[in-house]
Protein backbone atom coordinates (compact mmCIF):
# COMPACT_ATOMS: atom_id res chain seq x y z
CA UNK A 1 0.00 0.00 0.00
CA UNK A 2 2.42 2.24 1.02
CA UNK A 3 4.45 1.71 -1.92
CA UNK A 4 1.73 2.15 -4.40
CA UNK A 5 1.19 5.58 -2.54
CA UNK A 6 4.99 6.25 -3.07
CA UNK A 7 4.65 5.06 -6.51
CA UNK A 8 2.12 7.56 -7.60
CA UNK A 9 3.66 10.25 -6.21
CA UNK A 10 7.09 10.16 -7.85
CA UNK A 11 5.23 8.95 -10.92
CA UNK A 12 3.56 12.38 -10.62
CA UNK A 13 6.40 14.87 -10.15
CA UNK A 14 8.86 13.38 -12.71
CA UNK A 15 6.67 12.56 -15.35
CA UNK A 16 6.17 15.60 -16.41
CA UNK A 17 9.66 17.29 -16.20
CA UNK A 18 10.71 14.48 -18.31
CA UNK A 19 8.42 14.47 -21.15
CA UNK A 20 9.66 18.39 -21.46
CA UNK A 21 13.19 17.19 -21.38
CA UNK A 22 12.28 14.76 -24.23
CA UNK A 23 10.90 17.49 -26.12
CA UNK A 24 13.61 19.66 -25.42
CA UNK A 25 16.12 17.25 -26.68
CA UNK A 26 14.35 16.46 -29.83
CA UNK A 27 14.60 19.92 -30.97
CA UNK A 28 18.08 20.66 -29.89
CA UNK A 29 18.99 17.34 -31.84
CA UNK A 30 17.07 18.52 -34.92
CA UNK A 31 19.44 21.81 -34.56
CA UNK A 32 22.13 20.16 -34.49
CA UNK A 33 22.06 18.06 -37.33
CA UNK A 34 20.39 21.23 -39.63
CA UNK A 35 23.70 22.90 -38.38
CA UNK A 36 25.94 20.07 -39.07
CA UNK A 37 24.39 19.61 -42.85
CA UNK A 38 25.05 23.38 -43.06
CA UNK A 39 28.37 23.19 -42.36
CA UNK A 40 28.91 20.33 -44.65
CA UNK A 41 27.54 21.79 -47.47
CA UNK A 42 29.70 24.84 -46.56
CA UNK A 43 32.67 22.92 -47.38
CA UNK A 44 31.62 20.64 -49.86
CA UNK A 45 35.31 20.28 -51.39
CA UNK A 46 37.42 20.35 -48.49
CA UNK A 47 36.85 16.94 -47.61
CA UNK A 48 39.41 17.12 -44.60
CA UNK A 49 37.56 19.41 -42.74
CA UNK A 50 34.74 16.34 -42.61
CA UNK A 51 36.49 14.99 -39.85
CA UNK A 52 36.51 17.96 -37.77
CA UNK A 53 33.43 18.55 -38.17
CA UNK A 54 32.11 15.14 -36.94
CA UNK A 55 34.39 15.48 -34.31
CA UNK A 56 32.28 18.57 -33.15
CA UNK A 57 29.36 16.69 -33.48
CA UNK A 58 30.46 14.00 -31.46
CA UNK A 59 31.29 16.10 -28.60
CA UNK A 60 27.97 18.04 -28.94
CA UNK A 61 26.07 14.76 -28.94
CA UNK A 62 27.87 13.03 -26.14
CA UNK A 63 26.91 16.56 -23.67
CA UNK A 64 23.28 16.38 -25.21
CA UNK A 65 22.40 12.80 -24.93
CA UNK A 66 20.20 11.91 -21.68
CA UNK A 67 21.48 9.21 -19.42
CA UNK A 68 19.59 6.17 -20.39
CA UNK A 69 17.38 4.80 -18.01
CA UNK A 70 14.11 3.57 -17.60
CA UNK A 71 11.06 6.06 -18.37
CA UNK A 72 9.40 7.61 -15.93
CA UNK A 73 5.85 5.46 -16.68
CA UNK A 74 3.71 3.90 -13.37
CA UNK A 75 6.25 0.86 -13.85
CA UNK A 76 9.14 2.76 -13.82
CA UNK A 77 7.71 4.30 -10.08
CA UNK A 78 6.99 1.46 -8.92
CA UNK A 79 10.37 0.33 -9.16
CA UNK A 80 11.78 3.48 -8.34
CA UNK A 81 10.17 3.11 -4.98
CA UNK A 82 11.28 -1.10 -4.55
CA UNK A 83 14.72 0.39 -5.00
CA UNK A 84 14.85 3.19 -2.32
CA UNK A 85 13.23 1.22 0.52
CA UNK A 86 15.05 -1.55 -0.01
CA UNK A 87 18.03 0.21 -0.07
CA UNK A 88 19.54 -1.42 -3.22
CA UNK A 89 18.96 2.06 -5.30
CA UNK A 90 20.37 0.56 -8.72
CA UNK A 91 20.26 4.15 -10.15
CA UNK A 92 18.75 3.12 -13.66
CA UNK A 93 15.81 5.32 -12.35
CA UNK A 94 16.41 8.79 -10.71
CA UNK A 95 14.22 11.88 -9.97
CA UNK A 96 15.57 14.61 -12.23
CA UNK A 97 13.35 17.27 -10.07
CA UNK A 98 14.33 19.37 -6.78
CA UNK A 99 10.46 18.24 -6.21
CA UNK A 100 10.75 14.72 -6.71
CA UNK A 101 14.55 14.48 -4.54
CA UNK A 102 13.07 15.99 -1.49
CA UNK A 103 10.08 13.50 -1.62
CA UNK A 104 12.33 10.85 -1.78
CA UNK A 105 14.06 11.91 0.81
CA UNK A 106 10.82 12.65 2.95
CA UNK A 107 9.62 9.18 2.02
CA UNK A 108 13.17 7.24 2.63
CA UNK A 109 12.72 8.08 6.47
CA UNK A 110 9.81 6.78 7.01
CA UNK A 111 9.14 4.12 4.70
CA UNK A 112 13.05 2.17 5.13
CA UNK A 113 12.18 1.43 8.92
CA UNK A 114 8.87 -0.08 7.86
CA UNK A 115 10.34 -2.35 5.36
CA UNK A 116 13.44 -3.90 7.94
CA UNK A 117 10.81 -4.35 10.10
CA UNK A 118 8.51 -6.33 8.36
CA UNK A 119 11.36 -8.00 6.75
CA UNK A 120 12.71 -8.89 10.11
CA UNK A 121 9.16 -10.13 10.88
CA UNK A 122 9.13 -12.24 7.53
CA UNK A 123 12.48 -13.93 8.59
CA UNK A 124 11.10 -14.63 12.27
CA UNK A 125 8.04 -16.15 10.49
CA UNK A 126 10.78 -18.40 8.07
CA UNK A 127 12.43 -18.98 10.79
CA UNK A 128 9.41 -20.81 12.32
CA UNK A 129 8.04 -22.12 9.29
CA UNK A 130 11.16 -24.07 8.82
CA UNK A 131 11.98 -24.96 12.78
CA UNK A 132 8.59 -26.32 12.54
CA UNK A 133 9.10 -28.27 9.67
CA UNK A 134 12.41 -29.76 11.00
CA UNK A 135 10.67 -30.58 14.20
CA UNK A 136 7.72 -32.54 12.61
CA UNK A 137 10.52 -34.85 10.02
CA UNK A 138 12.14 -35.36 13.75
CA UNK A 139 9.61 -36.50 15.05
CA UNK A 140 8.55 -38.84 12.29
CA UNK A 141 12.11 -40.37 12.34
CA UNK A 142 12.47 -40.64 16.09
CA UNK A 143 9.70 -40.54 18.59
CA UNK A 144 11.13 -41.12 21.21
CA UNK A 145 13.26 -37.82 21.59
CA UNK A 146 9.92 -36.10 20.98
CA UNK A 147 10.35 -33.89 24.56
CA UNK A 148 13.66 -33.08 24.06
CA UNK A 149 13.59 -31.77 20.67
CA UNK A 150 10.28 -29.18 21.89
CA UNK A 151 12.91 -26.91 23.67
CA UNK A 152 14.92 -26.02 20.40
CA UNK A 153 11.53 -24.52 18.48
CA UNK A 154 12.25 -21.40 17.17
CA UNK A 155 16.28 -21.44 16.12
CA UNK A 156 17.32 -23.72 12.89
CA UNK A 157 21.07 -24.73 12.07
CA UNK A 158 23.55 -22.26 10.15
CA UNK A 159 24.18 -25.08 7.51
CA UNK A 160 20.39 -25.31 7.31
CA UNK A 161 19.98 -21.38 6.69
CA UNK A 162 22.95 -20.92 4.69
CA UNK A 163 21.78 -23.37 2.45
CA UNK A 164 18.46 -21.99 2.12
CA UNK A 165 19.69 -18.82 1.65
CA UNK A 166 22.80 -20.18 -1.50
CA UNK A 167 19.62 -22.15 -2.77
CA UNK A 168 17.79 -19.19 -3.01
CA UNK A 169 19.67 -17.12 -5.09
CA UNK A 170 20.37 -20.31 -7.26
CA UNK A 171 17.18 -20.78 -8.13
CA UNK A 172 16.07 -16.94 -8.65
CA UNK A 173 19.60 -17.01 -10.84
CA UNK A 174 18.21 -19.92 -12.81
CA UNK A 175 15.26 -18.19 -13.35
CA UNK A 176 16.47 -15.08 -14.59
CA UNK A 177 19.12 -16.87 -17.22
CA UNK A 178 15.55 -18.53 -18.69
CA UNK A 179 13.59 -15.30 -19.14
CA UNK A 180 16.36 -12.81 -19.61
CA UNK A 181 18.05 -14.70 -22.41
CA UNK A 182 21.48 -12.86 -22.99
CA UNK A 183 22.23 -13.08 -19.73
CA UNK A 184 24.86 -15.77 -18.72
CA UNK A 185 23.72 -17.88 -15.23
CA UNK A 186 27.21 -16.27 -14.16
CA UNK A 187 26.03 -12.65 -14.76
CA UNK A 188 21.92 -13.56 -13.24
CA UNK A 189 24.11 -15.07 -10.14
CA UNK A 190 25.92 -11.86 -9.80
CA UNK A 191 22.83 -9.72 -10.61
CA UNK A 192 21.05 -11.39 -7.59
CA UNK A 193 24.08 -11.13 -4.92
CA UNK A 194 24.40 -7.23 -5.73
CA UNK A 195 20.77 -7.18 -4.87
CA UNK A 196 20.75 -9.15 -1.57
CA UNK A 197 23.32 -7.42 -0.13
CA UNK A 198 21.82 -4.50 -1.12
CA UNK A 199 24.64 -2.49 -2.85
CA UNK A 200 22.91 -2.75 -6.12
CA UNK A 201 25.54 -0.92 -8.52
CA UNK A 202 23.36 -1.66 -11.28
CA UNK A 203 25.59 -1.78 -13.90
CA UNK A 204 23.63 -5.25 -14.73
CA UNK A 205 19.52 -5.13 -14.85
CA UNK A 206 17.09 -6.84 -16.05
CA UNK A 207 15.10 -5.23 -19.31
CA UNK A 208 11.76 -4.97 -18.68
CA UNK A 209 9.90 -2.97 -16.16
CA UNK A 210 7.19 -5.92 -15.80
CA UNK A 211 10.02 -8.30 -14.95
CA UNK A 212 11.68 -5.96 -12.92
CA UNK A 213 8.16 -5.33 -10.08
CA UNK A 214 7.94 -9.57 -10.24
CA UNK A 215 11.94 -9.97 -9.90
CA UNK A 216 11.16 -7.44 -6.61
CA UNK A 217 9.34 -10.08 -4.89
CA UNK A 218 11.85 -12.50 -5.02
CA UNK A 219 14.65 -10.20 -3.72
CA UNK A 220 12.15 -9.64 -1.08
CA UNK A 221 11.55 -12.82 0.01
CA UNK A 222 15.63 -13.41 -0.54
CA UNK A 223 15.79 -10.06 1.94
CA UNK A 224 13.75 -12.18 4.29
CA UNK A 225 15.99 -15.14 4.30
CA UNK A 226 19.36 -12.83 4.51
CA UNK A 227 17.96 -11.51 7.90
CA UNK A 228 17.09 -14.97 8.78
CA UNK A 229 20.34 -15.91 8.54
CA UNK A 230 22.00 -13.15 10.49
CA UNK A 231 19.35 -13.41 13.50
CA UNK A 232 20.57 -17.37 13.47
CA UNK A 233 24.17 -16.41 13.21
CA UNK A 234 23.63 -13.66 15.83
CA UNK A 235 22.02 -16.27 18.04
CA UNK A 236 24.52 -19.03 17.82
CA UNK A 237 27.13 -16.59 18.28
CA UNK A 238 25.94 -15.46 21.36
CA UNK A 239 24.89 -18.65 22.74
CA UNK A 240 28.78 -19.17 21.90
CA UNK A 241 29.88 -16.66 23.50
CA UNK A 242 27.92 -17.56 26.68
CA UNK A 243 29.27 -20.63 26.57
CA UNK A 244 32.94 -19.49 26.41
CA UNK A 245 32.08 -17.49 29.55
CA UNK A 246 30.73 -20.30 31.68
CA UNK A 247 33.44 -22.33 30.47
CA UNK A 248 35.89 -19.64 31.90
CA UNK A 249 34.22 -19.02 34.80
CA UNK A 250 34.83 -22.88 35.59
CA UNK A 251 38.00 -22.63 34.96
CA UNK A 252 38.80 -19.67 37.52
CA UNK A 253 37.10 -21.54 40.44
CA UNK B 1 44.00 -2.37 5.10
CA UNK B 2 41.68 -4.90 4.19
CA UNK B 3 39.87 -2.05 1.39
CA UNK B 4 43.65 -1.25 0.30
CA UNK B 5 44.29 -4.93 -0.21
CA UNK B 6 40.51 -5.10 -2.37
CA UNK B 7 41.23 -2.27 -4.22
CA UNK B 8 44.78 -3.79 -5.51
CA UNK B 9 43.27 -7.03 -6.16
CA UNK B 10 40.32 -4.83 -8.45
CA UNK B 11 42.84 -2.58 -9.97
CA UNK B 12 44.84 -5.81 -11.04
CA UNK B 13 41.62 -7.70 -12.67
CA UNK B 14 39.60 -4.50 -14.46
CA UNK B 15 42.81 -2.27 -15.79
CA UNK B 16 43.91 -4.36 -18.12
CA UNK B 17 40.49 -4.97 -19.93
CA UNK B 18 39.87 -1.52 -19.82
CA UNK B 19 42.93 -0.45 -21.49
CA UNK B 20 41.86 -2.73 -24.02
CA UNK B 21 38.35 -1.72 -24.17
CA UNK B 22 39.37 1.95 -25.09
CA UNK B 23 41.47 1.04 -28.20
CA UNK B 24 38.49 -1.09 -29.61
CA UNK B 25 36.32 2.04 -28.87
CA UNK B 26 38.98 4.29 -30.53
CA UNK B 27 39.48 2.22 -33.72
CA UNK B 28 35.53 1.74 -34.28
CA UNK B 29 35.15 5.07 -33.70
CA UNK B 30 37.55 5.52 -36.43
CA UNK B 31 35.93 3.36 -38.97
CA UNK B 32 32.64 4.75 -37.98
CA UNK B 33 34.06 8.11 -39.18
CA UNK B 34 35.84 6.97 -42.34
CA UNK B 35 32.75 5.67 -43.47
CA UNK B 36 30.71 8.46 -42.93
CA UNK B 37 32.65 10.64 -44.59
CA UNK B 38 32.93 8.18 -47.95
CA UNK B 39 29.30 8.03 -47.70
CA UNK B 40 29.06 11.92 -47.72
CA UNK B 41 31.84 12.36 -50.46
CA UNK B 42 29.25 9.76 -52.48
CA UNK B 43 26.64 11.86 -51.67
CA UNK B 44 27.99 15.07 -52.47
CA UNK B 45 25.29 16.68 -54.05
CA UNK B 46 22.33 14.98 -52.69
CA UNK B 47 22.19 16.86 -49.52
CA UNK B 48 18.69 15.39 -48.58
CA UNK B 49 20.44 12.39 -47.85
CA UNK B 50 22.29 13.81 -45.42
CA UNK B 51 20.43 13.77 -42.45
CA UNK B 52 20.03 10.18 -43.17
CA UNK B 53 23.41 9.64 -42.95
CA UNK B 54 23.63 11.63 -39.98
CA UNK B 55 20.34 9.66 -38.12
CA UNK B 56 22.65 6.23 -38.96
CA UNK B 57 25.58 7.83 -37.51
CA UNK B 58 24.07 8.52 -34.13
CA UNK B 59 22.16 5.53 -33.88
CA UNK B 60 25.81 3.70 -34.39
CA UNK B 61 27.66 6.10 -32.11
CA UNK B 62 24.70 5.30 -29.12
CA UNK B 63 25.53 1.47 -29.61
CA UNK B 64 29.53 1.96 -29.18
CA UNK B 65 29.58 4.40 -26.26
CA UNK B 66 30.67 3.17 -23.55
CA UNK B 67 28.76 4.40 -20.23
CA UNK B 68 30.86 7.22 -18.72
CA UNK B 69 31.84 7.23 -15.02
CA UNK B 70 35.08 6.50 -13.42
CA UNK B 71 38.31 4.87 -14.58
CA UNK B 72 39.53 1.93 -13.41
CA UNK B 73 43.24 3.44 -12.02
CA UNK B 74 43.83 3.19 -7.96
CA UNK B 75 41.79 5.94 -6.89
CA UNK B 76 38.96 4.40 -8.60
CA UNK B 77 39.29 0.74 -7.69
CA UNK B 78 39.86 2.46 -3.57
CA UNK B 79 36.56 3.84 -4.18
CA UNK B 80 34.65 0.69 -5.54
CA UNK B 81 36.14 -1.30 -2.68
CA UNK B 82 34.31 1.59 -0.38
CA UNK B 83 30.61 1.67 -2.40
CA UNK B 84 31.20 -2.23 -2.09
CA UNK B 85 31.83 -2.14 1.55
CA UNK B 86 29.47 0.17 2.72
CA UNK B 87 26.57 -1.60 0.42
CA UNK B 88 26.20 2.00 -0.90
CA UNK B 89 26.67 0.76 -4.47
CA UNK B 90 27.10 3.64 -6.66
CA UNK B 91 27.62 2.29 -9.91
CA UNK B 92 29.39 4.88 -11.44
CA UNK B 93 32.17 2.60 -11.42
CA UNK B 94 31.58 -1.54 -11.80
CA UNK B 95 33.48 -4.36 -12.93
CA UNK B 96 33.24 -5.58 -16.17
CA UNK B 97 35.10 -8.99 -16.54
CA UNK B 98 33.36 -11.82 -14.55
CA UNK B 99 37.12 -11.82 -12.39
CA UNK B 100 36.09 -9.26 -11.26
CA UNK B 101 32.40 -9.98 -10.82
CA UNK B 102 33.30 -13.17 -8.83
CA UNK B 103 36.07 -11.32 -6.87
CA UNK B 104 33.26 -9.08 -6.45
CA UNK B 105 30.77 -11.25 -4.30
CA UNK B 106 33.88 -12.85 -2.52
CA UNK B 107 35.46 -9.78 -1.15
CA UNK B 108 31.88 -8.47 -0.19
CA UNK B 109 30.98 -11.92 1.62
CA UNK B 110 33.79 -11.41 3.98
CA UNK B 111 33.97 -7.23 4.14
CA UNK B 112 30.78 -6.32 4.76
CA UNK B 113 30.13 -8.10 7.93
CA UNK B 114 33.90 -6.71 8.99
CA UNK B 115 32.08 -3.09 7.76
CA UNK B 116 29.11 -3.27 9.84
CA UNK B 117 31.09 -4.37 12.79
CA UNK B 118 33.32 -1.57 12.80
CA UNK B 119 30.92 0.65 12.14
CA UNK B 120 28.60 -0.57 14.71
CA UNK B 121 31.83 -0.40 17.53
CA UNK B 122 32.50 3.78 16.21
CA UNK B 123 29.00 4.31 16.90
CA UNK B 124 29.55 2.82 20.43
CA UNK B 125 32.50 4.55 20.88
CA UNK B 126 30.66 7.64 19.99
CA UNK B 127 28.14 7.05 22.37
CA UNK B 128 30.39 6.57 24.80
CA UNK B 129 31.88 9.87 24.26
CA UNK B 130 28.82 11.99 24.01
CA UNK B 131 27.55 10.79 27.27
CA UNK B 132 30.83 11.83 28.84
CA UNK B 133 30.69 14.93 27.65
CA UNK B 134 26.94 15.49 28.63
CA UNK B 135 27.67 13.94 32.37
CA UNK B 136 30.81 16.35 32.54
CA UNK B 137 28.64 19.35 31.78
CA UNK B 138 25.98 18.27 34.25
CA UNK B 139 28.11 17.82 36.68
CA UNK B 140 29.64 21.40 36.22
CA UNK B 141 26.25 23.11 35.98
CA UNK B 142 24.85 21.22 39.15
CA UNK B 143 27.25 19.25 41.82
CA UNK B 144 24.43 17.94 43.70
CA UNK B 145 22.72 15.37 41.68
CA UNK B 146 26.59 13.85 40.86
CA UNK B 147 25.61 10.17 42.01
CA UNK B 148 22.18 10.29 40.43
CA UNK B 149 23.65 10.98 36.77
CA UNK B 150 26.07 8.45 36.96
CA UNK B 151 23.68 5.35 36.52
CA UNK B 152 22.79 7.18 33.22
CA UNK B 153 26.58 6.44 31.48
CA UNK B 154 26.15 4.90 28.27
CA UNK B 155 22.79 5.95 26.79
CA UNK B 156 21.97 9.68 25.30
CA UNK B 157 18.61 11.20 24.50
CA UNK B 158 17.35 10.50 21.07
CA UNK B 159 16.73 13.94 20.48
CA UNK B 160 20.45 14.84 20.96
CA UNK B 161 21.56 11.57 18.53
CA UNK B 162 18.82 12.82 16.12
CA UNK B 163 20.77 16.67 16.26
CA UNK B 164 24.35 15.46 15.98
CA UNK B 165 22.82 13.24 12.92
CA UNK B 166 20.98 16.40 11.09
CA UNK B 167 23.70 18.51 11.90
CA UNK B 168 26.50 16.57 10.58
CA UNK B 169 24.39 15.61 7.09
CA UNK B 170 24.12 20.06 6.70
CA UNK B 171 27.87 20.62 7.67
CA UNK B 172 29.33 17.83 5.17
CA UNK B 173 26.48 19.04 2.83
CA UNK B 174 28.00 22.58 3.46
CA UNK B 175 31.74 21.32 2.84
CA UNK B 176 31.02 19.71 -1.16
CA UNK B 177 28.85 22.82 -1.80
CA UNK B 178 31.95 24.52 -1.16
CA UNK B 179 34.03 21.89 -2.91
CA UNK B 180 31.95 21.12 -6.33
CA UNK B 181 30.94 24.57 -7.25
CA UNK B 182 28.66 23.39 -9.80
CA UNK B 183 26.05 21.98 -6.81
CA UNK B 184 23.64 23.77 -5.21
CA UNK B 185 22.66 23.18 -1.21
CA UNK B 186 19.80 20.94 -1.94
CA UNK B 187 21.81 18.96 -4.48
CA UNK B 188 24.64 18.25 -2.01
CA UNK B 189 21.72 17.19 0.98
CA UNK B 190 20.31 14.92 -1.38
CA UNK B 191 23.73 13.10 -2.35
CA UNK B 192 24.74 13.03 1.61
CA UNK B 193 21.06 11.80 2.63
CA UNK B 194 21.22 8.86 -0.21
CA UNK B 195 24.72 7.83 0.79
CA UNK B 196 23.94 7.96 4.42
CA UNK B 197 20.77 5.58 3.91
CA UNK B 198 23.27 3.60 2.06
CA UNK B 199 20.73 3.44 -1.18
CA UNK B 200 23.41 5.10 -3.17
CA UNK B 201 21.34 5.44 -6.55
CA UNK B 202 24.54 7.31 -8.11
CA UNK B 203 22.57 9.69 -10.05
CA UNK B 204 24.89 13.01 -8.43
CA UNK B 205 28.12 11.84 -7.57
CA UNK B 206 31.23 14.11 -6.78
CA UNK B 207 33.72 14.46 -10.10
CA UNK B 208 36.89 14.37 -8.62
CA UNK B 209 38.05 10.48 -7.74
CA UNK B 210 40.35 12.20 -4.91
CA UNK B 211 37.83 13.79 -3.54
CA UNK B 212 35.46 10.68 -2.94
CA UNK B 213 38.56 8.99 -0.81
CA UNK B 214 38.20 11.56 1.39
CA UNK B 215 34.32 11.92 0.84
CA UNK B 216 34.07 8.19 2.00
CA UNK B 217 35.78 9.28 5.54
CA UNK B 218 32.76 11.82 6.35
CA UNK B 219 30.39 8.91 4.83
CA UNK B 220 31.47 6.52 7.32
CA UNK B 221 31.32 8.73 10.13
CA UNK B 222 28.10 9.89 9.35
CA UNK B 223 27.31 5.69 9.06
CA UNK B 224 28.49 5.19 12.40
CA UNK B 225 26.41 8.02 13.79
CA UNK B 226 23.54 6.85 11.98
CA UNK B 227 24.16 3.24 13.56
CA UNK B 228 24.41 4.97 17.23
CA UNK B 229 21.07 6.88 16.13
CA UNK B 230 19.57 3.44 15.53
CA UNK B 231 20.67 1.74 18.56
CA UNK B 232 19.85 4.53 20.97
CA UNK B 233 16.07 4.74 19.47
CA UNK B 234 15.70 0.69 20.00
CA UNK B 235 17.19 0.79 23.14
CA UNK B 236 14.47 3.62 24.15
CA UNK B 237 11.79 1.92 22.41
CA UNK B 238 12.68 -1.22 24.52
CA UNK B 239 12.95 1.14 27.60
CA UNK B 240 9.46 1.69 26.95
CA UNK B 241 7.92 -1.46 25.79
CA UNK B 242 9.45 -2.70 29.70
CA UNK B 243 7.67 0.30 31.35
CA UNK B 244 4.42 -0.61 29.23
CA UNK B 245 4.46 -4.36 30.07
CA UNK B 246 5.31 -3.20 33.99
CA UNK B 247 2.67 -1.05 33.91
CA UNK B 248 0.21 -3.67 32.46
CA UNK B 249 1.07 -6.21 35.16
CA UNK B 250 0.72 -3.60 37.83
CA UNK B 251 -3.23 -2.86 36.49
CA UNK B 252 -3.81 -6.91 36.16
CA UNK B 253 -2.67 -7.28 39.79
Redesign the interface.
Known amino acids: MYSLLGAVFFWWVEREYEQELIKQEKLFLDHL?ND??SR??RL?LK?IF??KI??W??SQ??KL?M?KGLEWDMWGALFYVG??LT?????NI???T?GG??L??VY?IFG?PLVLAILSEFGRMFTTFVSNQRIAETRKRQKLWDKRRRNYVRTIPIWLALFICIGWICICAGLFCLWETHWSY??S??FF??SL???????VVPDHPHMLILMFWLVIIGLSIVSMLISVIQIKFEEWLYHLMIRMQVSFL
Open positions: RTILKLSYRLLYELIKTTITIGYGAPRSRASIAIFTLYFISTIGLGD
